[in-house]
């Protein structure tokens, strides 16, 4: 069974800074596009950053300059690195990740739970 685990939210003031990691662990033969959405209260999902597994990476035009995203193949592992945080930040992040599982031979989009982060002073 895939899963992945999101851990290093939190309570953060303004300007601060958090790293989020998201651990895929599971039956695996590979995993292509890794991905961190944000879902604030009230609002629809929305993508913060994505790479791909050669490295490239994606940001939304709202935390370009402050977020970094990026992941190590071998560790099964995505990270964010949020920086100079700003209220607006607040949500739940989400890891999703593009797994070709080895049980089924079959590749899909999985999600993790989520890990919440707050900025407020």
């Known amino acids: 069974q895939v899963q992945l685990v999101e851990s290093g939210g939190g309570l953060v003031q303004p300007g601060g800074s958090l790293r989020l990691s998201c651990v895929v662990s599971g039956s695996i033969d590979s995993i292509g596009d890794m991905a961190w959405y944000s879902q604030a209260p009230g609002k629809q999902r929305e993508l913060v950053a994505r790479?791909?597994?050669?490295?490239?990476?994606y940001y939304t035009d709202s935390v370009k300059g402050r977020f970094t995203i990026s992941r190590d193949n071998t560790e099964k592992t995505v990270w964010l690195q949020l920086n100079y945080l700003k209220p607006e930040d607040t949500a739940v992040y989400y890891c999703?990740?593009?797994?070709?599982?080895?049980?089924?031979?079959?590749?899909?989009?999985?999600w993790g739970r989520g890990t919440q982060v707050t900025v407020s002073s």
């Open positions: 999703n990740a593009d797994i070709q599982s080895r049980d089924s031979g079959m590749s899909q989009y999985y």
């Open positions: 790479v791909t597994a050669g490295g490239s990476a």
